[in-house]
């Protein structure tokens, strides 16, 4: 409480009274503006959440329905892509096939580095591959990503395609002995496979 001293005669009393309730308006009036300026930024912080959940959804859409350009320029404007291996392989189709493949690397390599168990892992592998070896011109790192979609499938439908790529690659980076390997393994796999031909020719069994 406010304590009041006395006046002389003629004089008002408690002068410091007034300045209490001056006091005590103002506390309550900084005290609303803090609430409200929380309550504000709560608002705001909502509003940017499923503003970003939206985007999130949308360029997934848009990815899906195959209007890549619009997916990958979405993306671009800070949209962090889950942890998913599906969103990731979603995302590096939206920038491999906008025409942006380097930007694509880093969303395949996150799906064989976090989710080797994932049954796109195969695929992320032997996109990557592709897409170093024809778009990105670096033939020894794409014969490591085919080896790698390989390994995590050995029986798996991509399997004799990567190892027929993978030597390919090795030939291409000058390393003949390491496609020469690849070659006769690829013979002693699949004596009938369907890239054979080109096996023996980049392996130089021929």
Not at 17 to 38: K, L, P, V, W, Y
Request: with cysteine.
């Amino acid at each position: 409480s406010c304590s009041t001293t006395s006046a002389p005669a003629g004089r008002p009393a408690c002068v410091s009274g007034a300045a209490c309730a001056s006091n005590t308006s103002s506390s309550g009036e900084n005290s609303r503006s803090s609430r409200d300026h929380s309550l504000k930024g709560k608002r705001l912080a909502a509003r940017d959440e499923r503003a970003n959940a939206q985007a999130r959804v949308s360029w997934r859409s848009l990815c899906q329905s195959g209007d890549y350009d619009e997916a990958y320029r979405v993306l671009e404007s800070g949209i962090q892509v889950e942890n998913d291996p599906a969103a990731l392989m979603d995302a590096a189709d939206a920038a491999r096939l906008s025409n942006h493949p380097e930007a694509s690397v880093g969303y395949l390599r996150r799906v064989l580095r976090d989710h080797a168990r994932s049954p796109v892992a195969p695929l992320a592998g032997f996109t990557l591959g592709r897409v170093l070896l024809e778009r990105l011109g670096q033939p020894s790192e794409a014969a490591e990503a085919f080896s790698l979609a390989r390994s995590t499938a050995p029986q798996g439908s991509l399997a004799q395609d990567a190892l027929a790529r993978e030597v390919e690659a090795w030939s291409k980076a000058g390393k003949s002995h390491e496609a020469y390997e690849r070659a006769q393994l690829y013979v002693q796999l699949y004596p009938a496979g369907r890239r054979l031909r080109a096996v023996r020719l980049y392996g130089g069994l021929e």
